[in-house]
T-cell receptor
Framework: AQSVAQPEDQVNVAEGNPLTVKCTYS??????LFWYVQYPNRGLQFLLK??????LVKGSYGFEAEFNKSQTSFHLKKPSALVSDSALYFC?????????????FGTGTKLQVIP | ETGVTQSPTHLIKTRGQQVTLRCSSQ?????VSWYQQALGQGPQFIFQ???????GRGNFPPRFSGLQFPNYSSELNVNALELDDSALYLC?????????FGPGTRLLVL
């Protein structure tokens, strides 16, 4: 079974400061890893994914994530936070060996960027 | 915008009723997945359709059923609605590994 843990319900960061949203995962094989963002009363927007290759993945809106196989982590980062980044962020995992595209989501981390 | 659309945007039903939610996939995407997102939770996988066949299912009872049509649009049907079915229902279409989500349908069961 695959699972995702987002240990922080909420992360507060001052505008202009770097931000990190944490994610750890568990899969039986090699993972596909994803980050999505959700604004109030909206669906999920794709930010970035890791499949293979470079451990540092760059995505939309200046976000990046670092894959760490030994720590089974895939933390989301941004060098300089914007107030408009305030939203709910979901980490997700899919087992590459799975027969279908079941994606398991974490419980979400609310990011609050303080002006 | 992802190109994935869902209808209706909001819906109110009473216990015991049946509901049909619709999803139009992004052009060329042959796989659609449905998720239930309860308030304050992450999306929970309901099932997935690939080329009109269900090819994966999460821990949801049989009263949750679906269809995928030749144009890859999809429906989610829920029979005998329960209060706990109140949630945001999301569909996601994909071609390859990445799923792109629609805006969701918010269902309230009274």
């Amino acid at each position: 079974a695959q699972s995702v843990a987002q240990p922080e319900d909420q992360v507060n960061v001052a505008e202009g400061n770097p931000l990190t949203v944490k994610c750890t995962y568990s899969v039986s094989g090699n993972p596909y890893l994803f980050w999505y963002v959700q604004y109030p009363n909206r669906g999920l927007q794709f930010l970035l994914k890791y499949i293979t290759g470079d451990n540092l993945v760059k995505g939309s809106y200046g976000f990046e994530a670092e894959f760490n196989k030994s720590q089974t982590s895939f933390h989301l980062k941004k060098p300089s936070a914007l107030v408009s980044d305030s939203a709910l962020y979901f980490c997700a995992v899919r087992d590459i060996g799975g027969g279908y595209q079941k994606v398991t989501f974490g419980t979400g981390t609310k990011l609050q960027v303080i002006p | 915008e992802t190109g994935v659309t869902q209808s209706p945007t909001h819906l109110i039903k009473t216990r015991g009723q049946q509901v049909t939610l619709r999803c139009s996939s992004q052009s060329g995407h042959n796989t659609v997945s449905w998720y239930q997102q309860a308030l304050g939770q992450g999306p929970q996988f309901i099932f997935q359709y690939y080329r009109e066949e269900e090819n994966g299912r999460g821990n949801f009872p049989p009263r949750f059923s679906g269809l995928q049509f030749p144009n890859y649009s999809s429906e989610l049907n829920v029979n005998a609605l329960e209060l706990d079915d109140s949630a945001l229902y999301l569909c996601a279409s994909s071609l390859g590994g990445t799923q792109y989500f629609g805006p969701g349908t918010r269902l309230l069961v009274l």
